[in-house]
C-alpha cells in the first residue's frame, strides 16, 4: 500500500441536513471500495466544511466523525461562500492530493 496515494475529499456545506447522511454514506462506501481495491491508501479521509450552516449540519459531521475517524469536519463562523469553504479545507488539510465535492456534483452523480 506503500505507492496507493493517500487523499482527502473537501466537500464545503452549508444548510445540508436533508442530504448530508446520503453523501457520507456514499463517500464512505467510495473509500472502502478505493481502499480494499488500493487505489487509495487507507489514510485517506472526507473533510466537511460547515460553512454558517443554520440546520443541524455542524451536528451531523461531529456524528460522522465520532462513528467513522475518516471524517472529520471545519465549522466556519459565518457563511463565507463555495470557494471560501473550499479554500478553508484545502488550508487544513494542506495535502497534496485532494478533490472537492459540492452539492450539485453529488446530485448529479447519484442520478
Known amino acids: 500500500m506503500r505507492n496507493a496515494p493517500v487523499i482527502y475529499i473537501v466537500v464545503p456545506c452549508y444548510n445540508e441536513e436533508e442530504v ?37 449540519t455542524w451536528k451531523m459531521i461531529e456524528e460522522f466523525h465520532e462513528k467513522d475517524e475518516r471524517f472529520a469536519g471545519v465549522k466556519l463562523s459565518r457563511n463565507r461562500g463555495h470557494q471560501n469553504a473550499l479554500l478553508a479545507g484545502l488550508f487544513v488539510m494542506r495535502r497534496s492530493r485532494w478533490m472537492p465535492i459540492c452539492r450539485m456534483m453529488w446530485t448529479h452523480a447519484t442520478r
Do not use: C, N, Q, Y
Open 20 to 56: 448530508l447522511p446520503l453523501t457520507a454514506e456514499f463517500l464512505g462506501k467510495k473509500l472502502d471500495d478505493l481502499t480494499r481495491s488500493r487505489r487509495i491508501h487507507p489514510g485517506s479521509r472526507v473533510l466537511m466544511v460547515d460553512d454558517g450552516s443554520r440546520d443541524k
